[in-house]
């Protein structure tokens, strides 16, 4: 009857079009991710403002005959782009939320009617979501929330009202986006960096447990970098008639829109790095002129629509934006702190016993980190600001431990060109004692069964002490790793506390608060103690086991 009863258990196990896979939710201000746990990537990307009629238009491109990824326009599309639709729909194709999402703006809009703009939008984009990517019920799967620590308590509420109410999901969780993301490289302990659209958060975790006290956040990210972009664009790179080049003119105004710029961002720009003989206070202009005159990059032409012409016209980007933009990310003041001393800022907060493990378990997540170099720059901004700014030379004995997880050490480097060099017969490099020169040795010692028995020994001791390959490498995007996380607990069964549909009061867990409210608490302990969160003395959720 047990052989027949574990049978039976097999038979149950669902695919990823059963109703035990999770639904991982990561919305952030430009982007939603979405897609099932277990996977391996995110089933859709949903963007906030490039939509498919309106990539043309943010883009500067309006031909006479219109067309959007090989088929014409229609009437409806030609709607949609109209001034009067957008002057109808102003948020149509802006971020999704603010940081600063409880306050006024300039035109006086009270916090009631932004939090209805945010529900009816977040409501559209989570139907589609469920009706149109996953094609699934929302009755049927728990939803697990890649949070930020730091997101507005209102953002969370709406996301909690909109899933319980408008979809009738059962059950909430929402789990730290920097330790899912941490989770993704097989280790508990790191320095996590997201640097995302609206803000650079760095959060040190220890075993597991994120230590909030010690949190350090930046606004210098992709909004910040894409404002940054637009005034060089604006001011460096004029704009000619395609038939006559020599007619240069200002960019105009409108042509440098958020789908615009993000383009740029995106297809263009990268982290050069870093000047041997940069030198600070200087100028904006004196800055300007020696990354003009040591840039190798390659000046690039976009074409682009001019409106007031009703002509095709070329942006000339040169080589030097292309490759020094992204200087404004490691440049920072009293109200914006660059992302080197954001970095040092959260390690030297750290215990002092922690800091060698944080600095040399380094992570770096999020939208703006896909920008080609960023992380090899910063690591050489991390090592330059240790030995010559002096408010960080307190932590110089910590240069040689400094670290990305997904970066390969000399020793790894060396591991796999042995392995490179044995498997292609080759002479590699040999390191003594290694795995692979005791499986050498063991076949050439076969007839000697003392010498294989003490080889075999001699392997076992070596490859518990050193693998071949020990970092993580680059397996995930690290846009996506937040993501990946959340689909690795959800497959696991494990995540942060659970808000039921049914208990749900309009308010929402935070790791700010000791407990959940009483409701929701009486109701997840009279569930079983594997449903009781645990909680540390600083008021910080750990994962537990659902």
Aim: proline letters at 5%; one cysteine or more.
């Amino acid at each position: 009857m047990a052989a027949l009863a574990k049978i039976r258990d097999l038979s149950f196990k669902t695919s990823i079009y059963g109703i035990e896979e999770r639904i991982v939710l990561d919305i952030g201000s430009c982007y939603v991710k979405c897609g099932f746990s277990g996977e391996s990537r995110p089933r859709q990307f949903i963007s906030m403002f490039l939509s498919d009629e309106a990539l043309d238009d943010y883009l500067g491109l309006r031909p006479a005959h219109r067309q959007h990824f090989g088929h014409e326009c229609n009437e409806s599309c030609n709607d949609r782009t109209s001034e009067t639709y957008r002057g109808a729909h102003p948020l149509e194709y802006a971020e999704l939320y603010e940081l600063d999402l409880m306050a006024k703006d300039n035109n006086e809009m009270t916090q009631e009617k932004r939090l209805k703009i945010l529900e009816e939008r977040l409501s559209e984009y989570l139907y589609d979501v469920y009706f149109r990517h996953l094609l699934t019920d929302p009755k049927q799967r728990k939803v697990i929330v890649c949070e930020s620590p730091l997101a507005p308590i209102a953002l969370k509420q709406t996301i909690a009202k909109v899933l319980f109410e408008k979809l009738q999901t059962p059950s909430i969780s929402f789990t730290n986006s920097h330790l899912l993301a941490l989770l993704t490289t097989g280790t508990t302990t790191g320095l996590v960096i997201d640097c995302g659209h609206l803000e650079t958060s760095v959060l040190p975790i220890y075993g597991s447990r994120p230590l909030m006290p010690f949190i350090q956040t930046t606004p210098r990210a992709g909004k910040f970098l894409s404002q940054h972009l637009k005034q060089l664009l604006r001011e460096k790179c004029p704009v000619s008639v395609a038939d006559n080049p020599t007619d240069l003119r200002v960019t105009p105004e409108r042509l440098l829109t958020s789908a615009f710029l993000e383009t740029i961002k995106t297809r263009l720009l990268f982290a050069s790095p870093l000047l041997v003989n940069a030198r600070d206070n200087i100028g904006e202009d004196e800055m300007n002129d020696n990354y003009r005159d040591m840039s190798t990059a390659t000046e690039v032409h976009v074409e682009v629509w001019l409106e007031e012409e009703q002509a095709r016209g070329i942006m000339a980007i040169p080589g030097w934006i292309r490759e020094r933009a992204s200087e404004c990310l490691f440049q920072g003041d009293e109200d914006a702190l660059s992302l080197t001393d954001v970095i040092l800022e959260a390690v030297s907060r750290a215990p002092s016993d922690l800091r060698r493990s944080l600095i040399s378990s380094m992570l770096l997540v999020g939208g703006t980190a896909q920008l080609p170099n960023l992380q090899n720059r910063l690591l050489q901004e991390i090592k330059r600001a240790i030995q010559t700014v002096p408010k960080w030379k307190k932590l110089g004995g910590l240069i040689d431990s400094v670290r990305f997880l997904d970066d390969l050490t000399d020793e790894d480097r060396a591991s796999l060109s042995t392995a490179v060099g044995f498997l292609g017969g080759g002479g590699g490099p040999s390191r003594s004692g290694s795995a692979m020169d005791l499986d050498a040795a063991d076949s050439l010692n076969a007839s000697g069964s003392n010498n294989n028995l003490g080889a075999r020994e001699a392997k076992g001791k070596s490859s518990k002490e050193k693998k071949v390959y020990q970092s993580s490498g680059k397996v995930f995007m690290p846009n996506c790793r937040t993501w990946i996380g959340g689909s690795l607990v959800g497959s696991l069964k494990v995540s942060g506390p659970e808000l039921l549909r049914e208990n749900f009061n309009g308010t929402v867990p935070d790791w700010s608060t000791a407990s959940l409210t009483a409701t929701a608490t009486a109701a997840m302990a009279s569930s079983g103690p594997s449903s009781t969160p645990a909680y540390s003395h600083d008021a910080t959720p750990a994962l537990i086991t659902y």
